[in-house]
């Protein structure tokens, strides 16, 4: 049987009763009735991500009606076009005509990373209400100017794609990290690694740096802004902070392929006011740990996966709140060989995290509100992301900037 002190701790920690706090856009998605108005949006970007965009656009046909899809190369548009979000779509060679469309009244942007700011300035000079994908700019003047610019405008939604801030699951850690149940947080280690050289196929040679911009420095952020910056965001988030400074190192060390941006990265981000030391590195070299994200506290590890994550007390923390000693029927938690407890979220299976945030995009835009992952937000993550690169291509230490602070 099960101690007292035990059933008080899991009571508390509400790992599995749900009893964290939820935001109003989650705990619509437990229920609530769909609202009547759907937007009118265009994709501005169909390759790889703004057709994955589209493809969760088809999971929410009473929020978004998909009027306009974008691209300069016409593969692409057709590709997009097969989509059931598309499929009376209005095709555009030239984002400009698509902004011009009163017909449109929101877009989402998934151009490459050093169009971001050119092309979210002119769909807010159009009035347009903005989802853009991340990482918000290409570097930190863009994210600066961007932040002054969405501010002149208060009636229009800027969003910014770190999906993460919109999942159950991560809504979850951040509450249990803010009641404590880590502890002190000293060390994050995160990876996300993948074997494989990153590249598209591309038709003909003229294309390649088109196709290929990942792999360019004057289109692109590598794995900095392409992958690691969801985890960036992510500990700006729940912690409520900013990189203090960033340490980087990394090479071409693989693909030796003409390719410009580094495919083996490894950055640490000193976190001062919280005493953090943050780790995040990424290779395109070994698939074996994928995504990794640890967070060390005095009192416990949390461990998460995209859409999984679990909870390890440590040694103290489980004297203080009884023996883990299996399964008990009272409570339904399962200890598993390791010593974890599963975070979970409620009766219905995680959905991809882009489906959430396009949500959320859509109250945003209705009810006027502000976006959990806003102009703001995203300028932050912008900038770590850029002092990452800088440190890592120029062998510097970065230090956050007074001017960085945006409110």
Known sequence: MMDLP????????????????????????????????RIKIGVIGCGDRGTGLLKILQDLPDRFEVVALCDELPFRLQNAQKTGA??????????????????????????????HFQVAKDALAAGKQVYLEKTMTYDIP???????LAQQRPAQTLQVGHQ?????????????????????????????????????????????????????????GGLAAELLSHQMD???????????????????????DGRETYDNVQVMVRYAKEGMVGNFGATCGNA??????????????ISLLVDQGMYYPEQETIKQYGTVDGVTGATK???????????????EPLKDGSWYSLR???????????????????????????????????????????EYNLA
């Open 6 to 37: 035990r059933r008080n701790f899991i009571k508390q920690t509400g790992l599995l009763t749900g009893g964290l706090w939820l935001p109003g856009a989650l705990a619509d998605v437990l229920g609530a009735p769909a609202p009547a108005r």
């Open 142 to 148: 863009q994210a600066l100017e961007l932040v002054r």
């Open 234 to 256: 992510f500990i700006n988030w729940a912690f409520e902070t900013h990189a203090d400074e960033v340490f980087g190192t990394g090479g071409i060390d693989f693909y030796k």
């Open 333 to 347: 938690i399962t200890w598993n060989k390791d010593g974890g407890i599963a975070i979970t979220t409620g009766a």
């Open 360 to 402: 959320d995009f859509h109250q945003a835009i209705v009810e006027r509100k502000m976006p959990d992952s806003n102009v703001v937000t995203g300028a932050r993550a912008a900038c770590t992301v850029h002092m990452a690169n800088q440190a890592i291509y120029n062998h510097t230490i970065e230090k956050w900037r007074a």
């Open 86 to 115: 598309a499929g009376h779509a209005k095709s555009y060679a030239d984002y400009h005509a698509l902004l011009d469309a009163r017909a449109v009244e929101a877009v989402i942007i998934a151009v490459p990373l050093n169009l």
């Open 164 to 220: 993460y801030r919109y999942s159950p699951l991560y809504y979850r850690v951040k509450e249990m990290i803010k009641q404590g149940y880590l502890g002190k947080v000293t060390q994050i280690d995160c990876r996300w690694d993948r074997n494989g050289s990153w590249r598209r196929p591309v038709p003909e040679p003229g294309l390649e740096r088109k196709i290929n911009w990942r792999m360019y420095r004057e289109y692109s």
């Open 288 to 301: 074996r740990d994928g995504y990794l994200f640890k967070l060390k506290g005095t009192k416990g590890t």
